[in-house]
């Protein structure tokens, strides 16, 4: 079962500009990961913000948490043509962090 | 150079027989997992492991089989009775708690 859900689906945007992903999901967590995806490829982990955190940075990346309405995004600023990926949202739940729960992803084109 | 290596990473085979995916870590983390990916979509869970000889069904284990008979290996069987197994396998593995997930880059299965 998905736990997490992306939105948009897809996105385009010119090099320079920023990108915003936004990821919703059902339960009660104790932390949402973000992922990023090349075509092809395996995940790479971008970015871990735990359920007693609001806001996360990370280089050019910036996550925010809202758990009472269930929902986290993530922000790329001054997006690069290799920004270019699949980017994924998982969650652990608070009952059981044995497992990450996928969401469905955001594909990210970055135009030069 | 510590990671995950998911072997091979192309694979075909015949409807009716069994194939075995291979996934080795060197990075001595206690938890591997495998997941599958179809096209446009997030990922589901089929097996993981926490620790060596002890595994826990994901969320589509049918017609799918593993073994962790050492911490640094976790095969995935994929049998005859998984009904549409082709698809993009996707192995990782993570510390204890709720370290991120490290993956390999994939086994692309096409059975036909």
């Known amino acids: 079962s998905q736990q997490g859900e992306e939105d948009p689906q897809a996105l385009s945007i010119q090099e320079g500009e920023n990108a915003t992903m936004n990821c919703s999901y059902k339960?009660?967590?104790?932390?949402l990961q973000w992922y990023r995806q090349n075509s092809g490829r395996g995940l790479v982990h971008l970015i871990l913000i735990r359920s007693n955190e609001r806001e996360k940075h990370s280089g050019r990346l910036r996550v925010t948490l809202d758990t009472s309405k269930k929902s986290s995004s993530l922000l790329i600023t001054a997006s690069r043509a290799a920004d270019t990926a699949s980017y994924f949202c998982?969650?652990?739940?608070?009952?059981?962090?044995?497992?990450?729960?996928f969401g469905t992803g955001t594909r990210l084109q970055v135009f030069p | 150079d510590g990671g995950i290596t998911q072997s091979p990473k192309y694979l075909f085979r015949k409807e009716g027989q069994n194939v075995t995916l291979s996934c080795e870590q060197n990075l001595n983390h206690d938890a591997m997992y495998w997941y599958r990916q179809d096209p446009g979509q997030g990922l589901r869970l089929i097996y993981y492991?926490?620790?060596?000889?002890?595994?826990q069904k994901g969320d589509i284990a049918e017609g799918y089989s593993v073994s962790r008979e050492k911490k640094e290996s976790f095969p995935l069987t994929v049998t005859s009775a998984q009904k549409n197994p082709t698809a993009f396998y996707l192995c990782?593995?993570?510390?204890?708690?709720?370290?991120?997930?490290?993956f390999g880059n994939g086994t692309r299965l096409t059975v036909t």
């Open positions: 998982a969650t652990a739940r608070s009952y059981n962090t044995d497992k990450l729960i």
């Open positions: 339960t009660s967590i104790n932390n």
């Open positions: 492991s926490q620790i060596v000889n002890d595994f």
């Open positions: 990782a593995s993570s510390a204890q708690g709720d370290s991120p997930l490290h």
